[in-house]
């Protein structure tokens, strides 16, 4: 495997490979799978999870790791194209990429949506040109679009928690938030859930309709699975039968990147906090995920995310364990 950037790039024997193996190195840990090699991690966005998982699944396969963020004693780091670099930052990234990914391994890279060109953020053009500049093998670690790490492992947590594949009732909610946030893990948690067989809904006000080229993607998939994908912004009707609801918040798309028109928008939506009542339609044990970091008392309610419907430190976990699988078929023996 020479890149990691999204499930829609695998097929479902490579999926399923990659599922089997995170849980066998589970129960049957390799501490020296990957003796001798390294990872390097460039952030260029804020992290917990992944920036430690990633460490961890290293260190438990017996390689190293090392971290390279703007907030560290680095020269100040310098990403857009031709700028004349008379300001702050001492060195940009077309120098700087390829000078830790030629330290490592492989290379796993994290650089968010802009959040001003919806078009622009959904060519992922950052991340192909920061990519364009590497010859080792590199991981998506989010960027404009995407989050197959997160996906992988949220793939996992469905099958780990026996959550029906066909048949399986996957409710992906927006919520509310007081941030206009990326666009990368509802557009593809919605491809997974598509992509795994699923009966999707995508529960969001109006303004929020995620782009027409992801709904069809995501449509795409689930038919090919035997699943399918409904939009709907009436919550009970959403509600009804779900497994699973997935709550994450997101940029108005139809506001994107004009903050003060989509801080209005989203300002009436206070209730959009998922909470108790929200389950009365749902299936009796219809868990809760998210991605984390959750706000408390915004997003979720403290009940529901400390109650027996919340997934999320499993879902977490399993950030480390499908790291492991992919870091394992990228860097192991025979590779
Ligand atoms: N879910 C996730 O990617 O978490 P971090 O932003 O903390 O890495």
């Not at 020479?2 to 695998?10: C, G, P, S, V």
């Not at 197959?148 to 992906?172: E, M, R, Y």
């Not at 009436?268 to 108790?276: K, S």
Request: include cysteine; charged fraction near 25%; aromatic fraction near 6%.
């Amino acid at each position: 495997m020479k890149t990691f950037n999204d499930l829609a790039e695998l097929s479902n024997e490579e999926i399923s490979a990659l599922l089997e193996l995170a849980d066998r190195l589970d129960k049957h840990p390799e501490p020296h799978a990957l003796q001798g090699k390294v990872l390097s991690l460039l952030f260029l966005s804020p992290s917990l999870r992944t920036l430690a998982s990633f460490q961890a699944a290293m260190t438990r396969l017996g390689g190293g790791s090392f971290v390279i963020s703007p907030d560290m004693s680095i020269h100040g780091l310098e990403t857009r194209p031709g700028i004349v670099m008379d300001g702050a930052a001492a060195e940009h990234i077309n120098e700087a990429i390829p000078v830790i990914a030629s330290y490592g391994d492989a290379i796993g890279i994290r650089a968010f949506a802009e959040r001003k060109n919806l078009e622009h953020d959904m060519a992922e053009t950052e991340f192909n040109a920061m990519t364009s500049l590497i010859d080792t093998p590199w991981i998506n670690m989010e960027s404009a679009m995407n989050h197959p790490c997160q996906n992988l492992a949220d793939w996992k947590t469905l099958d780990d928690l026996d959550v029906p594949a066909n048949g399986g009732k996957f409710v992906l909610s927006w919520a509310f938030h007081p941030k206009a946030l990326p666009l990368a893990v509802p557009a593809s948690t919605l491809y997974t859930a598509a992509r795994r067989g699923m009966d999707v809904t995508v529960l969001r006000p109006e303004g929020f309709e995620l782009p027409e080229p992801v709904m069809q993607r995501a449509r795409a998939a689930a038919e090919a699975a035997g699943g399918s994908v409904q939009e709907s912004d009436d919550r009970a009707e959403a509600m009804q039968g779900a497994h699973v609801i997935y709550a994450k918040s997101w940029s108005s798309t139809r506001h994107y990147g004009d903050r003060i028109n989509d801080q209005k928008l989203r300002n009436g939506l206070v209730d959009w906090c998922v909470d108790e009542p929200w389950f009365d339609n749902a299936k009796e044990d219809c868990r809760f995920m998210h991605c984390l970091p959750v706000r408390r008392g915004v997003v979720v309610s403290d009940a529901v995310l400390d109650g027996p419907r919340s997934v999320v430190i499993h879902e977490a976990r399993n950030r480390m364990l499908a790291q492991m699988a992919v870091l394992h078929r990228m860097l192991g023996a025979g590779q």
